[in-house]
């Protein structure tokens, strides 16, 4: 008996110290690098306050919000919210517009944005390379609003547009009263915006490319536009499927700032997406749950979309984000 309490105390130092031996290299990083530790603090205090506290109010979407009675002093009506949305008459409306504009913008954009990258990267005047590029940045940092303003007056009758159009004998209109033209004229806008910033991430996956294999190439006869198809394009391959993957996850989250500002009733019945209908049952028809059930069900698709983008992606590429 005696021998076996000694072998226990044993086996329990050993694993005592062995725990040491696996937390002491932790304690030890902490001690050495706790500056580092200390700046991602605000990053992770930024998450929980602004990320992951609102969660709480998510609840809302399954109660007769009051603010008055608060969160939890609201009757709770279960799905009802939920299925009140799904019974609204135009639901299909606000999902059919919103894939139109998501696909349509996931499409042109990335290809523009590829496009764009191809170009600035085979330019070898580096002082016109630098200029071009500044060029095409500088849209994304003016702000929605005035954007948008600006596109108001290229669609009135004697607007831009109408102008290039009349040098193909179409008459005036105005065109963001035509329900057909809202989509193009959102995507060109978000073209002019967005294209040269979003092509910073395919132009710096293209300078990491080793410039030997394009040495090799030159050698071997060929040209760029062969060098771009077997070289460039192959080599961010990666790139392109993983931020492919995070926009199919944003897919439904379609934003409702300019279509806001570009958009009127005569045009709801291709501008009304998922997030202006939430926009207008929340901040104008005060309907708090109803909104919060119908961003619910919206975040929700996105996931699922992110979850299946992410699968098909690792299966058939083997990228994938996790």
Known sequence: MSRFMARMRANMRESKIEHRANTTPWKKDLKKNWGLYFFILPVIAYYLI???????GATIAFRDYSPAKGILGSDWVGLKNF????????????FRNTMIMS????????????????????????????????ISI??????VVVTCT???????????????????GAEPKNLLGIPGAFVPIRQIMHLWQGMGWNCIIMLAAMS????QIYEAARLD??????????????AISPTRVLTLIM????LLSVGHEDIILLYNPAIYETADVISTYVYRKGLVEFSFSYSTAVGLVNSVLNIILLLLANKIAKTVSETSLL
């Open 50 to 56: 602004f990320c992951y506290y609102p969660m709480y």
């Open 83 to 94: 299925v009140s949305f799904f019974s609204y008459p135009d639901v299909g409306r606000l």
């Open 103 to 134: 696909i349509v913008g996931l499409v042109v954009g990335r290809c523009a944005s590829i496009t764009l990258a191809l170009m600035f990267h085979e330019l070898r005047w580096k002082r016109f390379k630098k200029i071009t590029q500044t």
């Open 138 to 143: 500088f849209p994304h940092f003016i702000s």
């Open 150 to 168: 600006i596109f108001m007056q290229f669609c009135m009758t004697d607007g831009l547009f109408n102008v290039i159009l009349g040098w193909f």
């Open 208 to 211: 990491g490319v080793d410039q």
């Open 221 to 234: 006869g060929c040209g760029r536009i062969q060098q771009m198809r077997y070289i460039t394009l192959p």
């Open 247 to 250: 926009s199919i996850g944003t």
